[in-house]
């Protein structure tokens, strides 16, 4: 028998049947909570929020689209919590954007991929927090210009300039001699 899919287990959970949703947070932790830390770069706050993304979405489950795909509101739970945590806390945070390393490459091609990450690692830190945000949502989480306006309540234009102003930033800082 086939995994039942998102759809299936959000029905099953709007009618109270918390395993369902328990399925749903088991599918969906690793990438909320890599969304927190892209954004925080602090394991224990990246924790903290993706946890309560996942009881926001429960308590407001019975609002959601179940014409929507799940995975991509999820993440955008995520991060509007951590945007409103950066904001609350006014802290200089950072984004990583660390993924998967090829494990087949040589431990040389390894230790290159590691320094150019950790390098654009820093890079990102770098900028300031509503540049980070946009290029969070624009590269990791692939949404549209539009979808970014809408989400962050901002005019497409600025959208557009941040965009532009961060990925600015970071090539002088990544052509920048070290």
């Known amino acids: 028998m086939n995994a039942p899919t998102d759809r299936d287990l959000i029905l099953r959970a709007k009618r109270g049947d918390s395993e369902a949703y328990g399925e749903i947070v088991t599918r969906h932790q690793t990438s909320v909570f890599n969304v927190c830390?892209?954004?925080?770069h602090n394991r224990s706050d990246a924790e903290d929020l993706a946890q309560e993304t996942f009881m926001r979405a429960y308590?407001?489950?019975?609002t959601f689209d179940i014409e929507r795909e799940f995975a991509p509101w999820i993440r955008r739970v995520a991060a509007n919590l951590c945007l409103n945590f950066l904001e609350s806390q006014k802290t200089s945070t950072q984004l990583d954007d660390e993924r998967d390393e090829d494990k087949s490459q040589s431990p040389s091609g390894q230790v290159e991929v590691k320094e150019r990450s950790e390098k654009i690692r820093q890079a990102l830190a770098s900028l300031p927090s509503n540049y980070r945000l946009v290029v969070e949502?624009?590269?990791?989480?692939e949404m549209s210009y539009d979808e970014i306006a809408n989400e962050?309540?901002?005019p497409l234009s600025d959208v557009k300039s941040h965009l532009f102003r961060a990925r600015k930033l970071l090539a002088e800082k990544l052509h920048a001699p070290d």
């Open 152 to 154: 962050l309540k901002i």
């Open 137 to 141: 949502l624009r590269h990791y989480q």
């Open 59 to 62: 308590n407001r489950l019975n």
């Open 37 to 40: 830390y892209r954004i925080l």
